[in-house]
């Protein structure tokens, strides 16, 4: 019982060190090779670590907070490009190739015109990583993540502070998922809500000795789900910006209209039935319950 109550800081700083250090060596396979897989976990550290902070900023020095999540940030924004890229030519590749309405030559060069884009951002990410500024970021983020000072004493023992922190977001998720009306956008703002949270769930449940699986299992099933459409709507955006010539973009943009909405409406009809019945991982944690500690 001592080891649960006590305040916490010490292996929630270690948590923060720890995911500071994943962001470096995932920096460091995409500095080697910068392929999807590589700059996707890139992105993922980034993230992760970035939800956690988030999620105690109230127990984190305000300076140091700022600055690490401004670097954070930084690098999540500087991988964009390349990750909207990849995401772009596997979804849109395969309509190219498969879109009989359009001439050989012209899916041709459509597809080159995907790996261009696809190489320009490679080559703009290689770029800013050979920078000093990308090397300063880097040994900023691992120096402030290891400062002693970014951690203060928290107010509560971990494990309450985790489910009173756990009952808020996912109360408020369920006032979100139960909406009349979720658009692309609001999906979109909804599926980062449900990310990281599942991060904070998968990175502080284990300090608290309560399984994190059950829980973070059902939040990445929505993330995933929310994700694809995220992606397909984000192609048909690029497709009405008109990048193909004549009216290719308009001809794809018309075959994905269907997966499109199909992909939106299963979306909205499992939110809707998380908000009205929420799976058994949720109940214990929306209630509040510390004893979910002792669930094995």
Same mark, same amino acid.
């Given at each position: 019982?001592?080891?649960?109550?006590?305040?916490?800081?010490? /292996?929630?700083?270690?948590?923060?060190?720890?995911?500071?250090?994943?962001?470096?060596?995932?920096?460091?396979?995409?500095?080697?090779?910068?392929?999807?897989?590589?700059?996707?976990?890139?992105?993922?550290?980034?993230?992760?670590?970035?939800?956690?902070?988030?999620?105690?900023?109230?127990?984190?020095?305000?300076?140091?907070?700022?600055?690490?999540?401004?670097?954070?940030?930084?690098?999540?924004?500087?991988?964009?490009?390349?990750?909207?890229?990849?995401?772009?030519?596997?979804?849109?590749?395969?309509?190219?190739?498969?879109?009989?309405?359009?001439?050989?030559?012209?899916?041709?060069?459509?597809?080159?015109?995907?790996?261009?884009?696809?190489?320009?951002?490679?080559?703009?990410?290689?770029?800013?990583?050979?920078?000093?500024?990308?090397?300063?970021?880097?040994?900023?983020?691992?120096?402030?993540?290891?400062?002693?000072?970014?951690?203060?004493?928290?107010?509560? /023992?971990?494990?309450?502070?985790?489910?009173?922190?756990?009952?808020?977001?996912?109360?408020?998720?369920?006032?979100?998922?139960?909406?009349?009306?979720?658009?692309?956008?609001?999906?979109?703002?909804?599926?980062?809500?449900?990310?990281?949270?599942?991060?904070?769930?998968?990175?502080?449940? /284990?300090?608290?000795?309560?399984?994190?699986? /059950?829980?973070?299992?059902?939040?990445?099933?929505?993330?995933?789900?929310?994700?694809?459409?995220?992606?397909?709507?984000?192609?048909?955006?690029?497709?009405?910006?008109?990048?193909?010539?004549?009216?290719?973009?308009?001809?794809?943009?018309?075959?994905?209209?269907?997966?499109?909405?199909?992909?939106?409406?299963?979306?909205?009809?499992?939110?809707?039935?998380?908000?009205?019945?929420?799976?058994?991982?949720?109940?214990?944690?929306?209630?509040?319950?510390?004893?979910?500690?002792?669930?094995?």
């Amino acid at each position: 019982m001592a080891r649960a109550a006590h305040n916490g800081r010490a /292996p929630f700083a270690r948590l923060i060190s720890r995911y500071a250090d994943g962001v470096r060596r995932a920096a460091e396979r995409v500095a080697r090779s910068p392929g999807p897989d590589n700059v996707h976990d890139l992105r993922v550290a980034t993230r992760r670590l970035r939800a956690v902070l988030k999620a105690f900023r109230g127990q984190l020095d305000r300076r140091l907070y700022r600055e690490l999540n401004f670097d954070l940030s930084s690098l999540t924004s500087a991988t964009g490009p390349l990750r909207d890229a990849d995401v772009r030519r596997r979804l849109l590749i395969q309509l190219i190739s498969h879109a009989q309405d359009v001439a050989p030559d012209v899916r041709r060069d459509c597809a080159v015109a995907l790996e261009e884009a696809r190489q320009d951002a490679r080559r703009e990410l290689r770029l800013q990583m050979r920078a000093v500024l990308w090397r300063e970021r880097m040994a900023r983020i691992r120096a402030a993540a290891r400062d002693g000072g970014l951690v203060v004493m928290l107010p509560q /023992p971990l494990l309450q502070f985790v489910a009173l922190f756990l009952r808020g977001q996912l109360r408020e998720l369920r006032r979100r998922m139960g909406r009349r009306r979720l658009d692309p956008r609001r999906l979109h703002r909804l599926r980062v809500r449900i990310r990281n949270v599942r991060y904070v769930v998968e990175g502080l449940l /284990p300090l608290v000795h309560a399984r994190s699986e /059950p829980l973070a299992k059902s939040l990445r099933w929505l993330q995933d789900r929310l994700g694809l459409a995220h992606d397909l709507t984000e192609a048909q955006r690029f497709l009405s910006e008109g990048p193909f010539p004549g009216t290719v973009g308009a001809t794809l943009a018309r075959s994905l209209d269907a997966r499109t909405a199909r992909q939106l409406r299963d979306c909205r009809r499992a939110l809707r039935t998380f908000a009205r019945d929420p799976p058994a991982a949720w109940r214990p944690w929306l209630k509040g319950d510390a004893r979910v500690r002792s669930v094995r």
